[in-house]
């Protein structure tokens, strides 16, 4: 659920609520009862889990044993 933050035009009391987007937004202050305003804040991201590394969005190296290279022979002429 996301919490958004409300500041009250009144006294400008800030504060938090966790509400789910259904919810209509909170528009009386909890400390004066004067009416408030949602503002407008980063969002907190939190990545969870495995794959976020710097390495996981970098093509692999080839294995040592493989050529990706295409090998071209010389030939050698004698006058």
Known sequence: M??????CQ???????????FSEEPVKVCPSCG????KLLSRP?????????YITDSRPTPPESGS???TE???????D
Request: with cysteine; net charge positive; proline share 2%.
């Open 34 to 37: 004067g009416a408030t305003r």
């Open 67 to 69: 050529e990706t290279k």
């Open 10 to 20: 009144a006294c400008h009391h800030r504060f938090e609520r966790k509400q789910s």
């Open 72 to 78: 071209t022979k010389t030939e050698s002429k004698k």
């Open 44 to 52: 907190a991201i939190v990545f969870k889990g495995s794959g976020w």
């Open 2 to 7: 996301p919490v958004y933050e409300y500041e």
